[in-house]
């Protein structure tokens, strides 16, 4: 049956390996969004015409959830370099000369370069170089350099997106802000931010779950991929999309964008790490399945059973043969590995390897 | 008169298999096709065998009825047997019909009038009147080499045929009575494309890379053993399959295939409308091998690839597609609504050796499994959706029965030899997973043109083909087939660790492996005597070279078939056995059918250029024979 309501998502959320809908085509011109993308709930404009970029803001300018952190400088290093983090300790732990353990935050925030999404870090770091620091005041030979005009300032007001990933419900929302950052004060101001709201579409094991919201134009589908916090792990998760390219992040989540027109299709893989509870047949001795020791390499004998980490997949597909009326949409889940215990020395997040 | 309420009531009807449930009472029975004990077993799932029937000749696929009788292609014998089970679930005969060579594939339609009988062999789809006394012919077509498998489209005017060679599906028009067909080849990549991936990896270092996969050539689909089918929500067939990189024939490279990349064979499941035949192009994309390994922490998990997919079944509850695969001897579980099907594996089971087929008791929530090389059926238990955690919530063992061992059972030699034939992943035999059935599957041979290290190479069908032709390969290099068998290894880049008894078992199964069944016309076929006498005239000169029972005269000839990436102009005469089935033809496959070859007026092999259409005709008939 080909449903003229434009863009009703006809998702079923079922806790399972598995779950299938079906995405009515888009409807008429004109017609009003249902369950797509919300507006701006900014006045502010979008990212694809923002204001041009300010000189200079001042530090008693602050975007919540965005804070820039000088780090420690070597002595006569080439460049400085700031820290864009999410909270106020983060920057001072930063600072300091320490590092941020991104998996005690309480929300999931990541940033990315640019105005434009995708590739977001728990953190982005950002290097101004020092004028004059490299520069070299002899060539071969011993004749004197000529003069050279002198470098431009460095531009201290730069670009990124902050993306935040809050779900509640049955639903997830990212809400995605472009902001520009003032390294030299601190101060940071808000060019544009919009919201995505999606529908639950699978639970995979352990808060390894995955949303969606279908495109505008009937043909497309958004997947939300939403991996759950790990104890000293970056929740990492990587995808293969289609054939042709791999998407990787170092946050809670990873948006994937799949398109089917007639008679077409594309895939996603996206794999990630959840926490499993210890093995039963765990005795503590910190030898696992594998044979594998704690991670100092030393035996852990006495110690409690360990949680675990196991690699999972998620296979989100959209596709369309030529008979169907509407986009087929599925999600399904497998392990992609076997288990490790929490400390052994396997690396359980493979995810992070492939991005290293 | 039989009682339907007394007797086993089928769980399903319409697609063959080796395997097929019914219910008598509150038994769940298994009829299974034994092809090493040539009958049909009647096996309580619960319990053990209850009866079993024999036949005098292998089995293909059984498939039950509407009215519950049991249709069994009996392979070798090549005709159709009807089978009625009785109150006790045994089976007795009730008539039995003649086919053309070697029927395998069986189909009911779905308004139960009629059953589709593919023949591998005789290439044809045959379709029988089931309300008639006679089993009347309604329906008879030529098809492509090595059909296996056929399943008919929901609303009964579509016939799907997979075939063994030749990465095609036919897909049969019932109603006009046209073969068509979709190929099932994986195209290159254009250099524009794979160019801007390189780009792409220069501006996101780390973040995007061009997939291995889209810088490779083209891949060719082969081994298209088994079909499956769905109808909602969405109507799809789909087609287990491998998929094949042969290399660049002008080129040489160091083994079998391309030397730029590790993986020549990739496990894929085709997907076709079910309504259209129109394929979806993106399920010929798998997942690439060294993408997996990357992503995945799972590092013993290469090469465990299906690509000897042999059975597989359809589950409406979770759209499961499950295909059971020799080699790996496992039962995959799929997501069927997938773009790839392959790329969506949720899980997977180890059965016992040689899986063949793979029923769905839908009522009991299990997977059964016929097992032929180790005579085994497997009960796995599907248990629920969710994706579980094994060591905190274990699944229930899968429980086996085995049949007792067969009245002639194979020698421990053979069977061993055949387990090792089909063994994927491997590393004895090749480094990349490749299996010797992956290039002669049932024996036979692969259809495709191979690039090797002394030339383009046409694989060669073995089944009756290695006795008392030595020397071996198209070169004739090896006189033994112990030699050409550790060099092929070494092609394949295997470790060279199978020898000795392993290596001796696996040469005695190539050399008992079944051989195609003559067709049951060729005998009183007048134009097969005239073929002969023209074979063997002078004056066309096939028989000089093509000499004895065995048609080869075990010499090797310069005949100008000299390619420029081969090494020789120097070639083996080749034995002409089951040369009818085993196009492509010429060591690089140049003519792509006998009469092509026959009609080629080059006179360096044989002189056909003065006969008449009915002596070419005729000598086709003829070489079809022997």
């Not at chain 2, 929530?365 to 032929?372: E, G, P, T, Y």
Request: aromatic share 4%; hydrophobic share 35%; charged share 20%.
């Amino acid at each position: 049956m080909k449903t003229k309501a434009p863009l009703l998502a006809l998702f079923a959320v079922t806790m399972g390996v598995g779950v299938y809908a079906q995405i009515a085509t888009a409807g008429p011109a004109g017609a009003a969004p249902v369950a797509s993308a919300r507006a701006s709930t900014s006045a502010l404009a979008s990212g694809s015409a923002l204001p041009p970029t300010p000189a200079h803001i001042d530090a008693s300018e602050h975007v919540d959830g965005v804070f820039v952190a000088p780090m420690r400088q070597r002595p006569n290093a080439a460049a400085r370099y700031f820290a864009i983090v999410a909270t106020e300790d983060e920057a001072r732990t930063i600072a300091a000369g320490g590092a941020v353990d991104v998996s005690a935050r309480t929300e999931d925030t990541c940033f990315g370069y640019g105005a434009s999404t995708g590739f977001e870090r728990p953190s982005v770091t950002v290097g101004i170089p020092v004028p004059g620091a490299s520069a070299s005041s002899a060539r071969p030979g011993g004749r004197p350099a000529p003069p050279r005009p002198p470098p431009p300032p460095p531009q201290m007001v730069r670009i990124f997106h902050v993306v935040r990933t809050v779900v509640a419900d049955g639903h997830a929302r990212l809400e995605t802000s472009v902001v520009w950052a003032d390294l030299s004060t601190g101060g940071s101001r808000l060019a544009s931010h919009h919201t995505q709201s999606f529908s639950l579409v699978a639970h995979g094991p352990n808060g390894f779950d995955v949303y969606s919201a279908p495109e505008l134009n009937g043909e497309g589908t958004k997947f939300l991929v939403v991996t759950p916090p790990l104890r000293d792990e970056e929740r990492a998760a990587v995808a293969q999309v289609a054939s042709d390219s791999v998407q990787a992040t170092g946050c809670g989540h990873l948006e994937v964008r799949l398109k089917a027109h007639e008679n077409g299709g594309q895939m996603a893989n996206v794999t990630g790490v959840v926490e499993l509870p210890p093995d039963p047949n765990d005795d503590g001795t910190g030898a696992g399945d594998d044979g594998s020791q704690s991670g100092d390499g030393t035996s852990s004998a006495g110690t409690a059973p360990r949680p675990r980490l196991r690699p999972v997949r998620a296979n989100l597909s959209v596709s369309r043969v030529a008979s169907d009326s509407q986009p087929v949409v599925t999600v399904s889940f497998s392990w992609a590995g076997p288990d490790h215990a929490v400390g052994s020395v396997e690396p359980a997040s493979s995810a992070q390897r492939f991005i290293e | 008169v039989r009682d339907p309420a007394k007797t086993p009531k089928p769980l399903a009807h319409g697609q063959g298999s080796t395997v097929a449930l019914a219910q008598l009472g509150t038994k769940t029975l298994a009829y299974v096709a034994d092809e090493d004990d040539q009958a049909v077993h009647v096996i309580d799932v619960d319990g053990g065998e209850v009866a079993s029937f024999p036949l005098g000749a292998r089995p293909g696929q059984l498939v039950f009825d509407e009215s519950g009788r049991l249709l069994v292609a009996v392979r070798d014998a090549s005709r159709l047997s009807v089978l009625e089970p009785t109150e006790t679930g045994a089976l007795e005969e009730r008539c039995s019909v003649a086919t053309d060579a070697e029927p395998i594939g069986l189909a009911v339609s779905p308004d139960g009038s009629r059953v589709l009988v593919a023949t591998g062999w005789g290439r044809s789809l045959t379709a029988f009147d089931l309300r008639s006394p006679t089993f009347a012919t309604q329906l008879q077509l030529t098809l492509p080499r090595e059909p296996r498998s056929v399943l008919v489209s929901d609303d009964g005017t579509k016939a799907f045929v997979s075939h063994a060679v030749g990465g095609q599906v036919s897909i049969v028009d019932l109603d006009a009575k046209h073969v068509g067909a979709v190929q099932l080849h994986a195209l290159s990549v254009d250099d524009e494309r794979a160019a801007r991936q390189v780009q792409q990896l220069h501006v996101m270092p780390g973040h995007h890379r061009p997939s291995p996969f889209l810088l490779q050539g083209p891949r060719h689909g082969g081994q298209g053993f088994t079909l499956a089918k769905i109808a909602q929500p969405t109507a799809r067939v789909f087609v287990p399959q491998a998929l094949v990189d042969t290399g660049d024939p002008r080129e040489r490279p160091p083994g079998y295939g391309s030397s730029e990349v590790d993986q020549t064979e990739q496990a894929d499941v085709a997907v076709l409308d079910g309504k259209s035949g129109e394929l979806l192009p993106e399920s010929l994309q798998p997942l690439d091998d060294s993408v997996r390994r990357a992503m995945d922490s799972d590092t013993e998990h290469h090469h465990d690839e299906c690509l000897l997919p042999r059975g597989s079944a359809y589950e409406d509850a979770s759209h499961t597609l499950y295909v059971a695969c020799f080699g790996i001897d496992a039962v995959l579980a799929l997501d069927a609504l997938a773009t790839s099907p392959i790329r969506a594996e949720r899980r997977r089971w180890s059965v016992a050796g040689g899986p063949s087929g793979v029923a769905v008791d839908a009522a009991g929530k299990r997977l059964v499994v016929w097992s032929q090389f180790e005579r085994t059926l497997s009960r796995i238990a599907l248990g629920g959706p969710d994706l579980v955690d094994e060591k905190t919530q274990p699944p229930p063992p899968i429980a086996t029965v085995a049949l007792a061992p067969p009245a002639h059972p194979l020698t421990v030699e053979v069977a061993l030899g055949r387990a090792l034939f089909h063994s994927v992943g491997d590393g004895r035999i090749s480094h990349d997973g490749r299996a010797c059935a992956s290039c002669h599957p049932d024996g036979r041979d692969d259809g495709l043109t191979w690039a090797t290290p002394v030339g383009p190479r046409r694989s060669i069908m073995l089944a009756g083909r290695v006795e008392r032709t030595a020397p071996f390969s198209w070169s004739g290099s090896e006189h033994t087939l112990h030699d050409h068998v550790i060099i092929t290894f070494n092609r394949l880049k295997g470790d060279g660790q199978l020898r000795g008894l392993e290596l001796d078992a696996l040469l005695d199964y190539v050399g008992s492996i079944p051989t195609p069944p003559r067709s049951p016309h060729d005998e009183s076929d007048t134009r097969v005597a005239r073929g002969r006498e023209i074979f063997n005239s002078k004056s066309v000169g096939c028989a000089g070279c093509h000499t004895g029972d065995y048609f080869t005269d075990d010499e090797r000839h310069d005949v100008s078939t000299k390619d420029d990436a081969d090494t020789s102009g120097m070639f083996n005469t080749p034995t002409l056995r089951f040369v009818g089935g085993t196009g492509p033809y010429f060591h690089d496959g140049r003519y792509d059918s006998l009469r092509a070859l026959l009609s080629d007026g080059t006179r360096k092999m044989g002189d056909t250029s003065q006969l008449s259409t009915d002596d070419l005709e005729a000598l086709e008939a003829y070489l079809r024979s022997i």
